[in-house]
């Protein structure tokens, strides 16, 4: 028994894999090791997942079908995926745009066919975007609300795999969870993420950009938080007695608190006040995002725990002792 996570030397395939691997998993990870972020960090992580029993790693771009598919012949005994390989961030789907077809539509497609292809798949886990709800008015979103209005293209895949894992459940009745992240955060983030490269720059003493005073709303969620979601929903996968074997839920903290109140955290922990730049919000920001939560929950008894005044810190502690790392290491 094997389970595959796609994406496993990025932020949360990393989590989810020491996560599976802490409960006696074998993990097969992939990765392209791409440099949308310095691959430095990408290549610390899973050089901290190598070193554990249980996990093995194969370099391979999902948009490449033919290396997947092989991928999958050589390994039958896959019975679960956890697909969270993608083209991350909103705002770099402005300037590099086939990126975000190539990996998020092309790879998910590969995905899909990969997971038909497996003898003994029980359950494909994959990763969607709270971005797909676009500037919806109605608070808390809802998996029931309308979502054919994105902002950017990045949400505009995100919800283009929504409708082809849709598709393939119909026609091959493959099990599937699609997860609407909202916005996580936590140690080993993302560079392109606003609360590091806030940390970043707070400790450079260079200039934030803050959009409309930080006065725009998110549903900040604690890596944590999220992984116990990831394996609470792959450990139940859809049985479709009263239709098709595919969900769609929200992964997200439910509550919405201001990114003034994320500056004003990490002021605190990192002991330097911010210099910011305030500028209107772009049209790719939305201006709240927060996640109804009753449907995960119902299903696994999820239910997080960390708000932003707990996650923050725990960022800022791991964030000291990377700088720190990093500059010894030049």
């Known amino acids: 028994m094997t389970i595959l996570v796609t994406g496993a030397a990025g932020f949360i395939g990393f989590h989810t894999a020491q996560a599976l691997l802490d409960r006696g998993e074998d993990v097969l990870g992939i990765d392209n090791l791409n440099a949308y972020y310095t691959p430095m960090l990408k290549q610390a992580r899973l050089d901290l997942l190598l070193s554990r029993p249980g996990f093995r790693f194969q370099r391979l771009d999902i948009a490449q079908q033919l290396d997947v598919a092989a991928?999958?012949?050589?390994?039958?005994?896959?019975?679960?995926?956890?697909?969270?390989?993608?083209?991350?961030?909103?705002?770099?789907?402005?300037?590099?745009?086939?990126?975000?077809?190539?990996?998020?539509?092309?790879?998910?497609?590969?995905?899909?066919?990969?997971?038909?292809?497996?003898?003994?798949?029980?359950?494909?886990?994959?990763?969607?975007?709270?971005?797909?709800?676009?500037?919806?008015?109605?608070?808390?979103?809802?998996?029931?609300?309308?979502?054919?209005?994105?902002?950017?293209?990045y949400a505009a895949t995100k919800r283009a795999d929504e409708l082809m894992s849709h598709a393939y459940a119909h026609l091959y009745r493959i099990p599937q969870t699609g997860l609407r992240f909202f916005t996580v955060y936590g140690p080993w983030g993302r560079p392109d993420m606003a609360y590091f490269s806030f940390a970043e720059a707070i400790l450079a003493g260079t200039p934030i950009t803050l959009f409309d005073g930080g006065r725009l709303k998110r549903d900040f969620t604690y890596i944590d938080d999220i992984v116990q979601g990831i394996l609470g929903c792959?450990?139940?996968?859809?049985?479709?007695?009263?239709?098709?074997?595919?969900?769609?839920?929200?992964?997200?903290?439910?509550?919405?608190?201001?990114?003034?109140?994320?500056i004003a955290l990490l002021e605190s922990e990192l002991g330097r006040r911010a210099v910011i730049n305030d500028v209107p919000r772009p049209a790719t920001e939305v201006v709240e995002t927060f996640a109804s939560i009753d449907a995960i929950a119902t299903l696994t008894g999820f239910a997080p725990t960390t708000p932003l005044s707990v996650g923050i810190p725990r960022f800022s502690a791991w964030f000291k002792k990377f700088v720190h790392q990093r500059e010894k290491t030049g």
């Open 234 to 262: 792959l450990d139940r996968p859809p049985v479709g007695e009263a239709g098709l074997p595919i969900r769609v839920l929200n992964i997200g903290n439910h509550r919405a608190e201001t990114v003034l109140e994320l």
């Open 71 to 153: 991928l999958g012949v050589a390994n039958p005994g896959i019975t679960d995926i956890v697909h969270l390989a993608a083209q991350a961030g909103v705002r770099h789907s402005l300037t590099a745009p086939f990126d975000y077809a190539t990996s998020n539509v092309v790879g998910h497609l590969a995905i899909l066919e990969l997971a038909r292809a497996l003898p003994r798949l029980r359950h494909l886990v994959y990763a969607s975007s709270s971005s797909v709800y676009g500037n919806n008015q109605a608070l808390p979103f809802s998996e029931a609300d309308r979502v054919d209005t994105p902002l950017s293209l």
